[in-house]
């Protein structure tokens, strides 16, 4: 990463080590420093306490502790209303339309990229900066590439592949040649308190990861029950409402069957989950809209690259076949289990990201 030559940087400071340690690397780079963390959301959202990886009173405190030690300003911006219409209201329309969504994937495009990128030219800083484990080179031709961190257990470039040109100049990403480990090392030497603080693994909002309860909670609906049914039509038992499931699910049906079932699909019509063997969930090709290119241009012919259906798999071998300028065909080597609409489809090039979509359906 370049030295900077005098220019402001405005670090993304969620109270974690990560963000810790991005903000004292660009301080030490030579940046012009401010620290700012988001307020995204309180226990009103669904009218309980919640300690959450991002907004809770303490993750503020750990964010103003490395402020001070590292000798910068601190501040906490109030995004409360964009994060509910951004994120939660379409994390909870997705799960009603019976997709599957990845609300991570939002907030990066829509609070932490898009609304800060905006306060931090207002307050007139060159630089978004953020503890994401990916990495930022310019190419020849002035195009910004987002490639994949070298610690390939903590990448992270699956959730930022909606980042556009313009938002890639503006941004800085220190640790995208750092381990986890090599990271935790820098905020013990640094004497930060969140050294070995944990990593958030669940959805922030929903932090115990109970998807339904927070939809009905925050809704106040009551989803109605209905049928399971085999792919014949044969019912199973009964559902306790379309909220509670996605595809590939086995656990939690309460259903005893005499061989192992999965989700295979949701029927909201007929308000049925259809269910199958698990073999009956692969398939080499789905369905992608709303996509975003970040080192090609829109493709006017097939692309061979490597792509993943969801953040924690490996991706593999497929091709990427135009449909129209909003939507492609991905098509797999190998059929891949459970491709889940909703779910982010992100095709890669080695560790470029070549770019990505949201997931329409799968197809035989």
């Not at 601190?74 to 951004?86: A, G, M, T």
């Not at 599957?100 to 609070?111: A, H, S, V």
């Not at 693994?201 to 909670?217: A, L, M």
Request: charged share 30%.
């Amino acid at each position: 990463m370049a030295e900077s030559n005098g220019k402001k940087a405005m670090i993304a400071m969620s109270g974690g080590v990560d963000s810790s340690v991005a903000a004292f690397l660009i301080k030490d780079r030579g940046y012009e420093t401010i620290g700012v963390t988001m307020k995204l959301f309180d226990d009103n959202l669904i009218g309980k306490e919640i300690d959450s990886s991002c907004c809770s009173l303490s993750d503020v405190e750990d964010a103003r502790f490395v402020a001070n030690r590292l000798g910068i300003n601190h501040y906490v911006f109030n995004f409360q209303d964009d994060f509910k219409s951004c994120v939660v209201d379409r994390f909870v329309n997705a799960y009603e339309l019976g997709l599957t969504p990845n609300p991570c994937i939002d907030c990066n495009r829509y609070i932490k990229f898009k609304r800060l990128l905006a306060r931090a030219k207002e307050l007139e800083q060159d630089y978004v900066v953020t503890g994401h484990y990916v990495r930022l080179k310019e190419d020849s031709a002035g195009r910004f590439l987002l490639m994949r961190g070298l610690d390939r257990s903590k990448d992270q470039s699956y959730v930022l592949y909606s980042l556009t040109q313009e938002e890639l100049a503006h941004t800085l990403f220190p640790l995208g040649e750092l381990t986890k480990e090599e990271t935790r090392a820098i905020a013990e030497k640094q004497g930060f308190l969140n050294a070995k603080k944990k990593d958030s693994q669940d959805i922030c909002f929903v932090p115990d990861g109970d998807y339904e309860n927070f939809i009905r909670t925050y809704t106040g609906k009551i989803y109605p029950e209905g049928d399971f049914v085999s792919t014949d039509g044969t019912v199973l038992g009964t559902h306790k409402g379309m909220v509670n499931y996605t595809i590939g699910q086995r656990k939690g049906l309460g259903l005893a069957l005499p061989e192992p079932l999965y989700v295979k699909s949701l029927d909201l019509e007929n308000n049925r989950v259809i269910l199958a063997r698990n073999d009956e969930l692969f398939s080499k090709r789905a369905r992608v809209k709303d996509l975003n290119w970040i080192s090609i241009d829109s493709p006017d012919g097939d692309i061979k690259c490597t792509a993943k259906v969801r953040y924690s798999q490996v991706d593999h071998e497929a091709r990427i076949i135009p449909v129209s300028g909003s939507e492609v065909i991905i098509e797999f080597d190998e059929p891949e289990r459970a491709i889940t609409p909703g779910q982010a489809a992100v095709f890669y090039d080695g560790d470029i990201v070549i770019g990505g979509g949201t997931i329409v359906s799968a197809l035989d």
